[in-house]
């Protein structure tokens, strides 16, 4: 899940857009947008196993949080993901596990509309590696943590379940494991349905790892994203409100 460099003139034309509360969206394959703290990108990295068009609104920045929506209709290659259009944090990085004393996070969002037989999720997608940065799937990652808020259409994460209904920040999950390329992959998938109002520490989801699953406490989280991944059907997802941080001990 990459993101594209943007020109710096770009960025101050943007932000005077947004304190304006002028929406922009965009619909090219590499479009990024800065977004106050964070980086808002389409990424259709597996738009070729499939047929389709997406675009993403920035809506508004403020401090910390950031809203958006996402409009997509995909077909074909229906167990294929065709793209993560997300937000990056970009403080959010560069900090070793045991060094977090807390990481919260708000995101509060919703299907404004939805297509029969929708096969998509809502997830985080959160990076480890032994540098303390590095481009989110690419040759720098050791490890990749997705947490699915939503699951629809009977589609699941790369890899086995390896628990069932583990409690972590007030909410139960199903924990799958796999491998993907150059990184071992955790999948934190919701127990009880949609979260559709998640508010937690992902502090917790980083204990549960280096406790139980071995993961060393000295690896650096490299990138925190969030947002949805389609693999075929027509659906407007919108964002309200979503902030990510990381506390140094």
Not at 60 to 69: A, G, L, R, Y
Not at 196 to 210: G, P, R
Request: proline share 4%.
């Amino acid at each position: 899940m990459s993101f594209e460099r943007m020109h710096i003139s770009s960025f101050f034309v943007l932000s005077s857009l947004l304190s304006l509360g002028v929406a922009r969206t965009i619909a090219g394959s590499d479009d990024c947008l800065p977004a106050g703290r964070y980086t808002l990108c389409q990424n259709p990295w597996g738009e070729d196993a499939g047929v389709g068009s997406q675009s993403s609104t920035l809506v508004s920045t403020t401090t910390n949080t950031v809203s958006w929506s996402t409009n997509y209709t995909w077909a074909n290659g229906p167990t294929s993901v065709k793209s993560y259009a997300n937000v990056l944090s970009n403080p959010s990085k560069g900090v070793q596990l045991k060094n977090v004393a807390s990481a919260p996070t708000v995101w509060n969002w919703d299907y404004t509309s939805q297509s029969g037989g929708l096969r998509a999720d809502v997830a985080y997608d959160i990076w480890f590696g032994n540098a303390t940065s590095g481009a989110p799937a690419s040759s720098a990652s050791r490890y990749e943590i997705m947490i699915w808020l939503s699951s629809l259409g009977g589609i699941q994460p790369i890899g086995r379940q390896i628990t069932t209904a583990t409690p972590i920040a007030n909410q139960t999950w199903n924990l799958w494991k796999g491998t993907n390329k150059h990184w071992k992959v955790y999948s934190f998938v919701s127990a009880a349905g949609e979260i559709n109002d998640f508010n937690a520490d992902l502090n917790a989801f980083f204990k549960y790892l280096v406790k139980s699953q071995g993961i060393r406490s000295t690896q650096y989280i490299q990138a925190i994203q969030a947002g949805t991944e389609p693999f075929v059907g027509t659906a407007s997802f919108v964002t309200k409100s979503y902030s990510v941080s990381i506390e140094s001990k």
